[in-house]
C-alpha cells in the first residue's frame, strides 16, 4: 500500500527553524519526485518545495521560501525531509507531502498519495 506520512509540525517562534519529515512506504522512492505543499486557513494549497526523483534534476522552491526553506531526501530510509529556517508568521498551515513523477509545476493534477499533514504554527 502506497503511503505517505507527515511529521515534525508543531509550534516555533518567529525566526526559529523546524525540520518536517516525509515517510514514504509501499513504494521506492528513488522512482519518484516528492513536493511539499501547505495549506493554510482561508488560503488555498500552495506548492512549497519539490525535489526530482534524479540527484542531478536537483529542487523546486516557491519565491516565499526560497533561501528559507531546504528539501532533501534520503532514499535509503524512504524519507524527504523539509528543513525551515527563519520561519515567519505567514509560514503556519498544514503541510502536506504528495509524489509525482517529475518535480516540474506545483499545480500538475498527477501529485497523489497525500499525506494527511502535519501542522506548523509560528507565533511568539
Known amino acids: 500500500q502506497v503511503q505517505l506520512v507527515e511529521s515534525g509540525g508543531g509550534p516555533v517562534q518567529p525566526g526559529r527553524s523546524l525540520t518536517l519529515s516525509c515517510a514514504a512506504s509501499?513504494?521506492?522512492?528513488?522512482?519518484?519526485?516528492i513536493g511539499w505543499f501547505r495549506k493554510a486557513p482561508g488560503k488555498e494549497r500552495e506548492g512549497v518545495s519539490c525535489i526530482s526523483s534524479r540527484s542531478d534534476d536537483g529542487a523546486k522552491y516557491a519565491s516565499s521560501v526560497k533561501g528559507r526553506f531546504t528539501i532533501s531526501r534520503d532514499n535509503a530510509n524512504n524519507t524527504v525531509y523539509l528543513q525551515m529556517n527563519s520561519l515567519k508568521p505567514e509560514d503556519p498551515a498544514i503541510y502536506y507531502c504528495?509524489?509525482?513523477?517529475?518535480?516540474?509545476?506545483?499545480?500538475?493534477?498527477?501529485?497523489?498519495?497525500w499525506g494527511p499533514g502535519t501542522q506548523v504554527t509560528v507565533s511568539s
Open positions: 504528495a509524489r509525482d513523477i517529475w518535480c516540474s509545476r506545483f499545480d500538475r493534477p498527477t501529485w497523489e498519495n
Open positions: 509501499g513504494f521506492t522512492l528513488d522512482n519518484y519526485a
